[in-house]
């Protein structure tokens, strides 16, 4: 049995075109609690959302998604920002970052970031940075039909493997204990050549820790551990490069988070710290009663850590061998088709130190190349963009100047 969080507040979900089974239940569960830096979503329209949430809900194996800006609140130096305010408020959040001594992980006061922000960066990393510079600005494809009909797809699938409780979380600690029990309530599964869904994943990766939700593990005829990731669509086809590369950078992604935890990489410090959570923190009693549900005796969210820790460096899992991208249609739940992802691990790191330099403080985000500005349309950001402006102001004195030759 595995378990979601129930939490209050959720980020933005990303384009309504696409999205996992995985990313959308973490739409669902998340919140974002201004005290406890940790929210998570994935502003992409190509992606979703792969955080957690407070209270969880469990189920066979269903975990919550991980949060990674979780509770993040607008930061105090954007905290007299109109949402409003057009061009005023994309200049002056231009030059606020320009100016600012912290880097963008300590601004917005995030202790990890979760893989479907990161593959954000993959469709458009200023898009990103403004679902946390502009909380406030209405999403357009909120409670779209589009997303309502991709919910009920992922959720189908997800009972088909698994049942869905709800158990209640008191602190973050019991909010990542359900995340790991979930996740140990599945590796027996899979060491026994089973399938699971909603597998969580997390860990340091180019010095900064990332959590995500794995859609679904499971093994082919060859004996291949394949992962397999849903996106539903709109439309009747394929996506487009654009979509496509966000997407393969999220399973490949997952792929080195998973890989390094069966390796045993995962280590206790850099998870506590990283986190910022508390070994000694007893259990709450929803928690506790879950633990003992799955035949675990554990009082302390160290102790689950521990358990987890010890059972993944003795697990004899492989690494994952395939990668794959399920597409269906919303509307229909008729598939699409199936994409089969390659991984080179020096490119994928090489693609995720470059989007975490922002992150860092390294560089000021970016927006999309002008081949692709058609992103801007279905974007919620596009009259506070100033990467727009720019464009446009340049275009308009490039054409003058031209005229006066």
Partial sequence: MSCSQEQTATRDPGGAEEI?????????????????????????PALGNDCGTESETVEGPLIPKTDSAEEAGTPPELAGVSAGAGE??????????????????????????????????AWCELQVVYGFELPHVPKREEESPEVKAGASIHLARELEVHDVVSVSAQSREDRWALKILNMLSMLPILQAGGRVRELPVFGMLEGVFLVGVIDELHYSHKGELVLSELKTRGPRSLPGRAQERSHHFQVRLYKLLFDSMVRGLLERDAFVQSLNLRPEQPLGSGVMEHAQKLGLHVHTFGGVLELALMTLSYSELPAIDVLKIEYCHQGSSDAIGTREVSFDEAGVRAELRNHLSYWIGQREPRGVDIEEAWKCRSCSFEEHCEWRRERAENATASNQTKRFK
């Fill in 20 to 44: 996992s089974d995985s990313e959308f239940l973490d739409i669902e569960l998340e919140n974002l609690h201004p005290e406890t830096p940790e929210s998570c979503d994935g502003l992409s």
């Fill in 88 to 121: 005023g408020s994309a200049v002056l959040l231009r030059r606020k970052r320009v100016l600012a001594e912290r880097s963008p992980l300590e601004r917005f006061r995030l202790r990890y970031l979760c893989v479907t922000d990161v593959c954000g960066q």
